[in-house]
């Protein structure tokens, strides 16, 4: 620990720090353009200026490490004369814009201006003007605004891992470009519009929409994939305008994957559900309430509880799906299933379907085995942490079971299926060497590799390979499934799986039942429903699942109704409410429990605090909102199934198209602007 004086207060903050970090520690403001606490440090601006005794001249304090027994001054004559003179530099070629730039109301350079500018300029010349660049339908470009902070070049090449924007030329004529012009291809790029300190960079779909004082603000939770990245959701009017990162240090840090950035702010507009559905000689007609209720109580009058299944989607919210595990209950149905894709997830234990290692945890791992997944499409926040880990840790080391595919870091392919998995257990393969080796190893296995028709072998192949290799022990524990969806592990948690001699989905779908209840499932092959079966869909899109309906049951989206959520590693988190559902659409929720009156099966709850209350009861792990431990196992017991049943099939590739996975993105133009000019086949990684 050193010990330095800033501005006559003295505070001890380690060796590793900079000036400007021991400024912030004893609560002093330096200004900054280039500094950001999560990239590297360039030292661009200057503007961080600050006077150090005996030094000859002020330095940048982003990039001075302290040393013990520093006098620090950061706010003197000598100091602010030097920021003054910096920042009339910035402002040589810097355009007028700031009443039709987007950025006005929340650029670092206009409130640094306020109070370091000189109210006139010297400067006489023309200003340069730079031509825009084009980086594809997300990020919105005028680079005379541009001030050469780097942080968007640093942040592409070191967070996302796709160096696609630099340098070129020196002094006034330097530009920031992308050399060739297309559009940017990492699933982080809207970031750099959030870092950008000035109006060079800017969200294409929000362009000229609204200014930051009129929107009002509310903080929720991104469902779009399963790591449940913090966000804040601006609204104008009843209407979503834009979605930005709230900070999570432990989920998301900073930053926010594109799909939960845009997709739900044009996608949750269009193909909408505003009113109840009826099919009637075979078309769907208009109805209300009352008379949609009517129509399944009649089918549902006189059936057996056992010819009646139901299967939630990978958005609903816990509430929606505990009040219609309960109706189902009710009715005597044990034919339940949250695993849209068929994933062969055993839910008798937390730790066999859960990231265990937690998201923060992934700081810790020195090895890592990656079956049957693509980190970067299927969770790219989670997937920028794990390369942060391979940049801090030289002998970090990555093997790759699957389909081959670029994750912005190197990896080993050891193969493309299971037989890949039992060399490992039979040590045939190299990598066998480095889990042995290494202190906290860990494995992460994909939804694509579990829904198999062998998924529970291959989940209990896993499961032995963490056996082996150390992954599972009382202070460590590495045995992660990624989930994609936002609602698998809510579901899991409440049960929401078939009960004893249920049926799972597929079963369902094949004809098992005679009436299906979708709660908003539209990951499913509805045309395979059979024509006899009577479906009810409830949902917020017309997608594949309303298509096949014969009532139609509107309900709210995530943006449009309070609602928990369980991230991949078990964390639990309040998404809120940002606006209202179109039309006559209500929380799922509320829906069930009007329909309940119908059959007369009250379901025992009145408002979101009662349904909440008895959730909580039921399921304790939902008393904890926010909360989420590491699980340390002594119980090494594997998930039912035989590694050895394994077939020799390949993996198949997980997720192809990242831009359109849910009934959000499909309806969203954005998304399909992103599909048509961004989403080409991945690169291969090098074997």
Partial sequence: MAKVTIDGIEIEVPNSYSVLQAA???????????????????GNCRMCLVEIEKMPKPVASCGQPVGDGMVIYTDNEKIRAARRNVMELLL???????????????????????GYGRGHSRYEEHK?????????????TVMTRCIHCTRCVRFLAEVAGVPELGGVSRGETMEITNYVERALSSELSGNI??????????????????????????????VLDAVGANIRVDTKGGTVLRI?????DGVNEDWLADKGRHAPVDGIKYRRLDRPWLRVNGALREAGWDEAFAAIADRMRGMAGSRIGAIAGDLCDVESMFALKRLMNALGSDHLDCRQDGAALDASRRDYYLFNTTIAGIDEIDA????????????????????????????????????????????TWLGDGPAALMALLNGAHDFAKVLEGAKYPALIVGQSALARADGAAVLAACWQVARQFNMIRPDWHGFNVLHRAAARVGGLDIGFVPQSGGL???????????????????????????????????G??????????????????????????????????????????????????????????????????????????????????????????????????????????MSGEAFARPMPVYYQTDPISRASPTMARCVAEIAAPMPAAAE
């Fill in 24 to 42: 912030e520690a004893a609560g002093r403001e330096i200004p900054r353009f280039c500094y950001h606490e999560r990239l590297s440090v360039a």
């Fill in 92 to 114: 040589i070629n810097h355009p007028l814009d700031c009443p039709i730039c987007d950025q006005g109301g929340e650029c670092d350079l206009q409130d640094e201006a306020v």
């Fill in 128 to 140: 340069r003007a730079v031509s825009d660049k084009y980086l594809g339908p997300l990020v919105k």
């Fill in 193 to 222: 519009v959030d870092i950008c300190p000035v109006g060079a960079l800017t969200s294409k779909p929000y362009a000229f929409v609204a200014r930051t004082w009129e929107l009002s603000k509310t903080d929720s939770i991104d």
């Fill in 244 to 248: 930005l990162p709230r900070r999570h």
């Fill in 368 to 411: 890592l085995l990656v079956i049957g997944a693509d980190i970067r499409r299927e969770a790219p926040v989670l997937n920028a942490r794990i390369r942060r880990r391979w940049m801090d840790l030289p002998s970090f080391e990555a093997g790759l079971i699957g389909a081959p595919v670029d994750l912005t870091y190197p990896t």
């Fill in 504 to 538: 799972d989905a597929r079963a369902m779908l094949a004809g098992g039942v005679d009436m299906l209840w979708l709660l908003g499932a539209d990951e499913i092959d509805a045309k395979a429903i059979p024509a006899q079966c009577f479906v009810v869909y409830q």
């Fill in 540 to 645: 917020h899109h017309g997608d594949a699942g309303a298509a096949r309906a014969d009532v139609i049951l509107p309900g709210a989206s995530y943006l449009e109704k309070p609602g928990l959520y369980v991230n991949t590693e078990g964390r639990v988190q309040a998404a809120a409410q940002a606006c209202f559902p179109p039309g006559d659409a209500r929380e799922d929720w509320t829906i069930l429990r009007a329909f309940s009156d119908h059959l007369g099966h009250r379901l025992g709850f009145d408002d979101l605090a009662g349904l909440r209350a008895h959730l909580s009861e039921s399921y304790p792990v939902f008393s904890d909102i926010g909360g989420c431990r590491r699980l340390a196992s002594l119980d090494v017991t594997g998930p039912a199934g035989d590694p050895a049943s």
